[in-house]
C-alpha cells in the first residue's frame, strides 16, 4: 500500500459504485470530504484506526454532533474504507472501529393546538420573510410533509385542482416525485400571497428560495428550514431541544390522530 492516496479520485471512483440514490450520494459526499479536511488540516497522509478514533472525538467534542450523526459519519467512512481494501488501495483502518453508543437520542416532541395557533399569529406575514415562513411552517404542520420534501419542491409542482391544490413531492426512498398532497385553501392561500410577492417568472423556480444576499432565489436549503422554525419557535417562548423542525410533521400527525379520534367517538 502506498504511502498516501489521493482521497478525491478514491472518493469518485467509490460514489459511482454505490447504488444509492443521488441525494444519499451527496451525503457520503458530504461527510467524507469533512473527514478528508480534518487528515489534511493535522498532515495526515497515512491515516490509521487511531485517526479515525481522533476523528469521532473531534466531531463530538469540538464539532458538538449528537452520537447519531456521528454514526452515520462513521458508516460513510467505514464504507470506503472497506471498498479501498477491497480494489487493493487501502488497508481496512476502519473495520474495528466503534462508534458512540445512541445514548444521547433526543426523541422529538410536538406541539399542541394552541401553540400552533400561537405560532401561525406570531409571523407577521407583511414581510416576504414573513409570508414565507407562515406558508412553509402552516404547509409542514398541515400536511406533515418532510422537510427534504419542502426542500426539494418548485413552483411546478403546485397544481391547481377546483376547489384545492395539489402539491407533487418526492417520497421517501424514491427518485422521482410519485406522491401529491393535497392542499385545502387555507394551506395554499399563503404560498400564492407568497409567490406572488416573488413575482416567479418559471415554474423550474423553488417554491421556498433563501432570501440572502448570497443565495437570493435559491432554494431554501434543510438548515435553513430548521433555523427559521426554531427562531420562529422561540420568538413565542418554545426552545425545546426535544421541539425542532422535525416536530411540525410530529405535530401534523398527531393533530390528525386527535381530530380522527373526535370525528369518531366510541
Known amino acids: 500500500m502506498g504511502v498516501n492516496f489521493d482521497y478525491k479520485k478514491y472518493l469518485y471512483m467509490f460514489l459511482d459504485l454505490l447504488e444509492l440514490r443521488e441525494t444519499s450520494k451527496g451525503t ?17 497522509v497515512k491515516p490509521n484506526s487511531e485517526a479515525i478514533a481522533a476523528y469521532i472525538v473531534y466531531l463530538e467534542k469540538k464539532k458538538g454532533l449528537s452520537d447519531f450523526t456521528i ?55 407583511a414581510t416576504v420573510d414573513g409570508k414565507r415562513d407562515y406558508a412553509l411552517i402552516n404547509l409542514m404542520v398541515s400536511t406533515g410533509i418532510r422537510i427534504i420534501e419542502v426542500q426539494q419542491a418548485k413552483r411546478g409542482d403546485l397544481i391547481d385542482c377546483c ?26 392561500a399563503p404560498i400564492y400571497e407568497y ?23 435559491q432554494s431554501i436549503t434543510i438548515r435553513s428550514i430548521s433555523r427559521i422554525v426554531k427562531n420562529r419557535l422561540r420568538a413565542i417562548g418554545i426552545n425545546n431541544k426535544k421541539i425542532s423542525a422535525d416536530s411540525l410533521r410530529l405535530t401534523a400527525i398527531n393533530l390528525k390522530k386527535i381530530t380522527k379520534i373526535k370525528s369518531h367517538p366510541r
Open 195 to 217: 409567490l406572488d410577492e416573488r413575482k416567479l417568472s418559471s415554474d423550474t423556480e423553488p417554491l421556498f428560495a433563501s432570501h440572502s444576499k448570497k443565495n437570493f432565489g
Open 28 to 44: 457520503y459526499k458530504r461527510q467524507l470530504k469533512l473527514f478528508f479536511r480534518w487528515l489534511e488540516n493535522r498532515d495526515i
Open 71 to 125: 454514526c452515520g459519519y462513521l458508516t460513510a467512512i467505514k464504507l470506503f474504507f472497506s471498498w479501498l481494501e477491497t480494489v487493493n488501495k487501502y488497508p481496512d483502518i476502519a473495520k474495528k472501529i466503534k462508534g458512540p453508543k445512541k445514548k444521547n437520542i433526543i426523541k422529538k416532541a410536538f406541539l399542541n393546538n394552541e401553540q400552533v395557533e400561537e405560532l401561525l399569529k406570531s409571523i407577521d406575514r
Open 163 to 188: 376547489d384545492f391544490v395539489v402539491l407533487w413531492a418526492q417520497g421517501k426512498g424514491k427518485d422521482f416525485k410519485n406522491k401529491h398532497i393535497k392542499l385545502e385553501k387555507a394551506i395554499f
